[in-house]
T-cell receptor, first 112, second 110 residues
Framework: NAGVTQTPKFRVLKTGQSMTLLCAQD?????MYWYRQDPGMGLRLIHY???????AKGEVPDGYNVSRLKKQNFLLGLESAAPSQTSVYFC???????????FGPGTRLTVT | GEDVEQSLFLSVREGDSSVINCTYT??????LYWYKQEPGAGLQLLTY?????DMKQDQRLTVLLNKKDKHLSLRIADTQTGDSAIYFC??????????FGSGTRLSIRP
């Protein structure tokens, strides 16, 4: 039981490049979330999903897209990376919307 | 999460008690949480409290909930160097998510 895993752990992109971050969970959770964490700003919700095939916008969705084709996976895409997207990205999953969230180890992304 | 507020920093001496405070504006949550984030890692649930409880104790941790003042606190007794981390207060939301505070960085002085 690996819990929540994220790949990659680190990535450096040039402005304008694209990439996809993968989140996987093996707990059969319905809900999955993508956050970004910046110094002094806590966690900000980017997008979330309440089940396979569903996605919804969070607090800071601009510049990101997501897909939930399989229940266990939640993908976060950056189509054209910008320096403002330099951050640490965390994925989380939970059994229900207001239940405990389980977090992945994070992906540190730098956009130059 | 501007409706969950906590101070950014707390410094305590090793062996003393640490008290991290949090206030929130929406009282409809069923659960309130404390998460811990160690350097370079994701958040891990430390403890939680049901909204119909006033207090919960778990070893060195004591959570106090004042529903009238919408105030949640986390007390860590006999603070150790391993307690150095960022602590996030959070509340469950009916809108399919958890609302997090900005986190309190706890540092331990020798």
């Amino acid at each position: 039981n690996a819990g929540v895993t994220q790949t990659p752990k680190f990535r450096v992109l040039k402005t304008g490049q694209s990439m996809t971050l993968l989140c996987a969970q093996d707990m059969n959770h319905e809900y999955m979330y993508w956050y970004r964490q910046d110094p002094g700003m806590g966690l900000r919700l980017i997008h979330y999903s309440v089940g396979e095939g569903t996605t919804a916008k969070g607090e800071v969705p601009d510049g990101y897209n997501v897909s939930r084709l399989k229940k266990q996976n939640f993908l976060l895409g950056l189509e054209s990376a910008a320096p403002s997207q330099t951050s640490v990205y965390f994925c989380a999953s939970s059994l229900a919307g207001d239940y405990e969230q389980y977090f992945g180890p994070g992906t540190r992304l730098t956009v130059t | 999460g501007e409706d969950v507020e906590q101070s950014l920093f707390l410094s305590v001496r090793e062996g003393d008690s640490s008290v991290i405070n949090c206030t929130y504006t929406d009282s409809s949550s069923t659960y309130l949480y404390w998460y811990k984030q160690e350097p370079g890692a994701g958040l891990q649930l430390l403890t939680y409290i049901f909204s119909n409880m006033d207090m919960k104790q778990d070893q060195r941790l004591t959570v106090l909930l004042n529903k009238k003042d919408k105030h949640l606190s986390l007390r860590i007794a006999d603070t150790q160097t391993g307690d150095s981390a960022i602590y996030f207060c959070a509340r469950g939301s009916s809108a399919s998510k958890i609302i997090f505070g900005s986190g309190t960085r706890l540092s331990i002085r020798p």
